[in-house]
């Protein structure tokens, strides 16, 4: 019923969206990540079910149910979400990367238990691809939606990640805010748009605030085609 009622706004788009962490593998019982939950994310991709779009979801095992008719692909380091998304983004009308992608990854991936030794450790770490930025690249590239989890100069940052990845709109939030942060069910978000102007949400569940980000875009995307 309520599908029939709601304006099934984005009937006929397919959107990528990329959720929560990346693990980067260190040996076969150790990885790094971050505090990434993935809720963000699945609720972009529930809403956008909801909206009436074909939803691929690119994630690791976050411990959150995929929704339904979401078409999963599961990765587990920033390298996995590369090559999902490259591969997939050719369909999307518009790509979506809430993930938090690690940055950097160990150098050397050991294929046996470290064992402990004398002293400190260092271990080498080398940057990954950043995944927005090469699709920013991209002739053919989608409407893109980034995402900025800041813990200061929240506009200045988010601005500056718009123009360096060329991506159409910055969703950033500022974690060490009260309701912002990472495991919660809500967030405080502000989208950065490429004319310059940006616009902030209240906070909001995490739902509601993943259907004013696609509300948003839906408008961004009609202004363009006219
Ligand atoms: N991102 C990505 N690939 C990476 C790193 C980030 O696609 N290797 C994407 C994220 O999914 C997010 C956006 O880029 O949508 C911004 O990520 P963020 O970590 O805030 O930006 P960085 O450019 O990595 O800068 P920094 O971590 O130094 O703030
Ligand atoms: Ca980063």
Request: net charge positive.
């Given at each position: 019923?309520?599908?029939?009622?709601?304006?099934?706004?984005?009937?006929?788009?397919?959107?990528?969206i990329t959720a929560g962490p990346t693990k980067e593998i260190i040996d076969p019982?150790?990885?790094?990540?971050?505090?990434?939950?993935?809720?963000?994310?699945?609720?972009?991709?529930?809403?956008?079910?909801?909206?009436?779009?074909?939803?691929?979801?690119?994630?690791?095992?976050?411990?959150?149910?995929?929704?339904?008719?979401?078409?999963h692909v599961p990765i587990v380091s920033a390298q996995d979400m590369f090559e999902?998304?490259?591969?997939?983004?050719?369909?999307?009308?518009?790509?979506?990367?809430?993930?938090?992608?690690?940055?950097?990854?160990?150098k050397e991936v050991f294929s046996q238990k470290m064992k402990k030794k004398e002293?400190?450790?260092?271990?080498?770490?080398?940057?990954?691809?950043?995944?927005?930025?090469?699709?920013?690249?991209?002739?053919?590239?989608?409407?893109?939606?980034?995402?900025?989890?800041?813990?200061?100069?929240?506009?200045?940052?988010?601005?500056?990640?718009?123009?360096?990845?060329?991506?159409?709109?910055?969703?950033?939030?500022?974690?060490?805010?009260?309701?912002?942060?990472?495991?919660?069910?809500?967030?405080?978000?502000?989208?950065?748009?490429?004319?310059?102007?940006?616009?902030?949400?209240?906070?909001?569940?995490?739902?509601?605030?993943?259907?004013?980000?696609?509300?948003?875009?839906?408008?961004?995307?009609?202004?363009?085609?006219?």
């Amino acid at each position: 019923e309520y599908f029939k009622e709601s304006k099934q706004e984005l009937k006929g788009k397919t959107i990528l969206i990329t959720a929560g962490p990346t693990k980067e593998i260190i040996d076969p019982v150790r990885y790094l990540t971050n505090r990434s939950s993935g809720k963000m994310g699945y609720a972009l991709a529930e809403e956008a079910v909801k909206m009436g779009a074909q939803v691929i979801l690119v994630s690791g095992d976050v411990g959150l149910k995929i929704p339904d008719q979401v078409v999963h692909v599961p990765i587990v380091s920033a390298q996995d979400m590369f090559e999902a998304v490259m591969k997939n983004y050719k369909h999307a009308d518009i790509v979506i990367k809430s993930a938090a992608v690690a940055d950097y990854r160990p150098k050397e991936v050991f294929s046996q238990k470290m064992k402990k030794k004398e002293g400190n450790l260092v271990i080498e770490l080398e940057r990954t691809k950043d995944i927005l930025k090469e699709l920013g690249l991209k002739q053919d590239k989608p409407y893109l939606v980034g995402f900025a989890a800041e813990t200061e100069k929240v506009d200045e940052y988010a601005w500056g990640k718009l123009e360096r990845k060329n991506a159409d709109m910055i969703v950033a939030n500022d974690v060490s805010k009260e309701g912002a942060g990472f495991a919660g069910d809500t967030n405080i978000v502000t989208m950065y748009k490429k004319n310059h102007t940006k616009r902030a949400l209240p906070l909001l569940s995490k739902n509601e605030t993943a259907k004013a980000i696609l509300d948003e875009v839906i408008q961004e995307i009609k202004k363009s085609d006219q």
